[in-house]
C-alpha cells in the first residue's frame, strides 16, 4: 500500500500508519508545479552575481564566504559529507522511513527549492525498500537536525551506507540493486535536505504513538486491577467528571465504565462493601491518566503541524522573494517530546502503584501476599512489582526536560539549540519500560481475577485475559519469570491487548 500525501494537510492518523506499518509514500501529483517553481527560483539566483545564504555562500558561521557558481555542486556535497558526523547504533528502519515521509512533506510544500528529481528518489527509495543508515545521536535540534538528515542524504548521493533487503550496504551500492540512479546535488539542494526538524519530528511522533498505545493498554489493565481488588466504580461516574470538565479525564473515565460494563465481581460487592474510599491509583485513575492523555493530545496537535511544516533555511515564499529565517529551531518538538515524557513517566507510575497494591495482602481486599497460590513456599509476582518499581524509577530520571539544557554550536552562531533530537529519542526507552509496566500489571490483575472465582469479571476484560492467557498461563506456583514477563510487555507494545476490547472504546488521540 502506498499512501498518498498532500502536504500541509497530513493527519496524525496517516503518520501512525507510516511509522506502524512501514508503509511507502508518494506526493500528490498537484504539489509538482508548486516544487518546480521554487527550484526555478533557486536556479536563477545560483546563475546570478548576488549573494544569497546557503545558495552560493557559505553555511552557518562561513555565511559571509561567496562561492563561485562553478562550485556549486562540490558546495553541496561537501556539506553533506562533512555533516554526516552521526554516533550511535542505526536508528530503527521504520523510523528512518518515517523521517524521509516527513521530508517528503516538507519539500513537497514547494517552498525549498529542491528539483523534483530529489523528491522522486526519495519515493523511489521508500517504495524499494532502501533505507539510509543513521546513526541515533549527533542533533542538537537546531539549525536543523543536520547530522541525521545528512547520513540519510549521502545515501541519496550513492554515499555513507543502507540497508536494504535485509543487508548493510555502501549506499551507492543499495541505490543500485534497488534500480534507482544517485543523485548531483544543485544549488541549495543540500541545504533542504539537512535543514529541518524531520528526525527530531519522527522519534517524537513514535515516541507519542507508542505512549497513546501503552495509554490505552493501561486503561485495561487498570479496569482489571480495579475488579481484582474489588474497587468500587463509583468515582468513574459521568457526572463527576463533566463536573470538572477536562476532556481527557471525561472520556478516560467513559472507557473505565465501558470496561468494568457487567462485572460479576462488581455487583457481588455493590451492597456492604465496608470500604468508603479506594486509594488513589485506584479512585483517581481518570484524573490521572485523562492529564495524560490531555497532555499526549495537546503533544500530537503539535507535532502534527511540525510534520507538515516547511523548516529548512532559506525559503522561498509565494512573493519568489528568498528570506532566510529560523524554522529549523526545534523548540515545538522539544517541547512536545517533555510533555509526552511526562505523561509517559506518570501513566507508569500510577499503573506500578496499582501493581504494588494488589500484591500487598494489607490493601489488596482479601488476595493472598504476593499472588501466590502457597505464599512463602512461593514468592509469586514479589520481584515483578520490584521490577515494575525499577522502571517507574528510570523513567523518572528521564522525564527531566531537554529543552532546558541549550548549548552554544557552531562558533556561537547557533548559540541557542532545542534539545529535540535526543528529547525525543529517549522516548523510546521510556515507552519501552511504560510497555513492560503495563504488562506486569496485566499479569498481577489477571492473576487477581483468578482469585475471585468463581466471580468473574466484565465481558470487555475477559477478552483481554484471554489474550494474556494464550502466552501466559496462570501462576500456580513459581516458575523461570522473565519470559511471561516478556511476553505480556510483547501484548502491550505490538498492540495486542489494546485489540483485545471492542473498537472506538478506548479513547483515541484525535478525541
Known sequence: MTITLHPGNVSLAELSTIYWKSESVKLDRSFDAGID????????IAAGNEAVYGINTGFGKLASIKIDAADTATLQRNLILSHCCGVGKPLAENIVRLIMALKLISLGRGASGVR??????IEGMLERGVTPLIPEKGSVGASGDL??????????????????QGERLPGGEALKRAGLTPVILAAKEGLALINGTQASTALALAGLFRAHRA????????????????????????GIHTLRGHKGQIDTAAALRSLLAGSVIRDSHLDGDERVQDPYCIRCQPQVDGACLDLLRMAGRTLEIEANAVTDNPLVLSDDSVVSGGNFHAEPVAFAADQIA?????????AQRRIALLVDPALSYGLPAFLAKKPGLNSGLMIAEVTSAALMSENKQMSHPASVDSTPTSANQEDHVSMACHGARRLLQMTENLF?????EALTAAQGIDFRAPLTTSPELQKAIAVLRRVVATLDEDRFM?????????????GSLVASVSDGLLPGLEG
Open 116 to 121: 523534483l528529481e530529489l523528491v522522486r528518489l
Open 482 to 494: 522473565a519470559p511471561d514477563l516478556a511476553a505480556a510487555s510483547a501484548l502491550v507494545a505490538d
Open 215 to 238: 495509554a490505552q493498554a493501561a486503561l485495561i489493565t487498570g479496569a482489571l486491577s480495579t475488579d481484582a481488588a474489588m474497587g468500587s466504580s463509583a468515582p468513574f461516574t459521568e
Open 147 to 164: 547530522a541525521p538528515l545528512a547520513h540519510m542524504a549521502a545515501v541519496m548521493m550513492g554515499e555513507a551506507e543502507a540497508f536494504y
Open 342 to 350: 511526562i505523561a509517559v513517566c506518570e501513566i507508569g507510575a500510577i
Open 436 to 440: 513492560a509496566i503495563i504488562g506486569i
Open 37 to 44: 517553481r521554487a527550484a526555478a527560483r533557486i536556479a536563477a
